[in-house]
């Protein structure tokens, strides 16, 4: 990443942190815990973001941008940050609009399941980050890549039941497992795994389903 992109994404953060004080953004409030938790981990997917098609990219559930806005700012993509808390969409674009970002980087406080009414199938990547299990994911990404497109997941601890939960589901929603990675970040101690599921066909389910169901009520695999 350049010095240009890394001061960017630093006032990025600053800006955060002091939006902060006034309205909940994020847990995290000392800066060195910012730099590691928001910066230094978001950039943990950049290879697998890198590896996904060319095109649009979306940071679902982005809460405060992260992992969206370093991941748009490494590497140049058009982006869509999306959370159904207007309140924090609204300070995450005034911030973007005030760093000059505004034209490569949106904001959406739509559900993720009501973005495919606009975006079915339009995402090269997508990237969630604290978000749900994964089989919801999945669920939610799926109408919105198009077809090879990838969804990058960050999870700070994964079981082996969640990821076979997900595999059991991803024929029926047309998305397969291809990667995961374990990662350190630089304190030595926090541990992420990422994990990529590629859509690879069209859903064998009418999709989205009804809002909220994705997390509330997870697929379960067909007999
Ligand atoms: C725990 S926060 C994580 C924020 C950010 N990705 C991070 O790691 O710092 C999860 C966010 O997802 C948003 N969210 C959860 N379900 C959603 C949905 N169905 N549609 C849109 N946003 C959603 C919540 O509003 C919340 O801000």
């Known amino acids: 990443m350049g010095e240009q992109t890394e001061a960017l994404c630093r006032r990025y953060l600053d800006d955060i942190l002091k939006a902060n004080e006034i309205t909940n953004l994020t847990r995290i409030t000392n800066e060195e815990q910012a730099m590691l938790l928001h910066l230094e981990d978001s950039l943990v997917g950049l290879p697998e973001v890198n590896e996904a098609p060319?095109?649009?990219?979306?940071?679902?559930?982005?809460?405060?941008?992260?992992?969206?806005?370093?991941?748009?700012?490494?590497?140049?993509?058009?982006?869509?940050?999306?959370?159904?808390?207007?309140?924090?969409?609204?300070?995450?674009?005034?911030?973007?609009?005030?760093?000059?970002?505004?034209?490569?980087?949106?904001?959406?406080?739509?559900?993720?399941?009501?973005?495919?009414?606009?975006?079915?199938?339009?995402?090269?990547?997508?990237?969630?980050?604290?978000?749900?299990?994964?089989?919801s994911?999945?669920?939610?990404?799926?109408?919105?890549?198009?077809?090879?497109?990838?969804?990058?997941?960050?999870?700070?601890?994964?079981?082996?039941?969640?990821?076979?939960?997900a595999k059991a589901v991803q024929d029926l929603v047309g998305m397969k497992l291809v990667s995961q990675r374990e990662a350190l970040l630089s304190d030595r101690e926090t541990k992420r795994t990422i994990l990529v599921f590629e859509k690879v066909?069209?859903?064998?389910?009418?999709l989205p389903r009804r809002v909220g169901l994705a997390q509330k009520q997870p697929l379960k695999p067909r007999p």
């Open 137 to 165: 994911l999945i669920e939610l990404a799926s109408p919105l890549l198009f077809k090879g497109g990838r969804l990058v997941c960050y999870k700070a601890q994964v079981t082996s039941e969640e990821i076979e939960e």
């Open 54 to 135: 060319e095109g649009l990219y979306g940071d679902l559930g982005s809460g405060g941008g992260f992992p969206g806005v370093p991941l748009a700012l490494a590497t140049g993509r058009q982006t869509i940050l999306v959370d159904s808390v207007k309140k924090k969409m609204a300070i995450v674009q005034s911030i973007l609009d005030e760093l000059g970002l505004s034209s490569q980087v949106a904001t959406s406080s739509e559900r993720i399941e009501d973005l495919p009414v606009e975006y079915e199938a339009r995402f090269a990547v997508l990237t969630a980050r604290a978000l749900s299990r994964l089989v």
């Open 201 to 206: 066909a069209r859903p064998r389910i009418k």
